[in-house]
């Protein structure tokens, strides 16, 4: 199973970027899938879930309402759009999928991740 992030880079504040991630190896239709984000000496945060349905999705209070996480199951691919960013949006991003159906918070629920794409935002 190998996930792929892709879609990080620089830009500047106020502005937007879409990160996807494409999952190999199985499909994860029943499967929740997630971001999360870290920077240097801090844990891994949670910044947004979406079911396996896609009809439940969960963000973290810092970016809810600037990014929205989506998913394609044909595709087996989860995207986060992300707008309005802000200097403190700066880390490397993760995507991950959960070992189950329903949105969790938690990286332990997470099984599967990814190698982690870098976005910076400069202010």
């Known amino acids: 199973v190998q996930l792929q992030a892709s879609g990080g880079g620089l830009v500047q504040a106020g502005g937007s970027l879409r990160l996807s991630c494409a999952a190999s190896g199985r499909t994860f239709r029943s499967n929740a899938m997630g971001w999360f984000r870290q920077t240097p000496g801090k844990e891994r945060e949670f910044v947004a879930a979406i079911s396996w349905s896609g009809g439940t999705t969960d963000y973290a209070d810092s970016v809810k309402g600037r990014f929205t996480i989506s998913r394609d199951n044909a595709k087996n691919m989860v995207n986060l759009q992300m707008n309005s960013l802000k200097a403190e949006d700066t880390a490397v991003y993760f995507c991950?999928?959960?070992?189950?159906?329903?949105?969790?918070?938690?990286?332990?629920?997470?099984?599967?991740w990814g190698q982690g794409t870098q976005v910076t935002v400069s202010s």
């Open positions: 991950a999928v959960s070992a189950r159906g329903s949105v969790d918070r938690g990286p332990s629920w997470y099984s599967y």
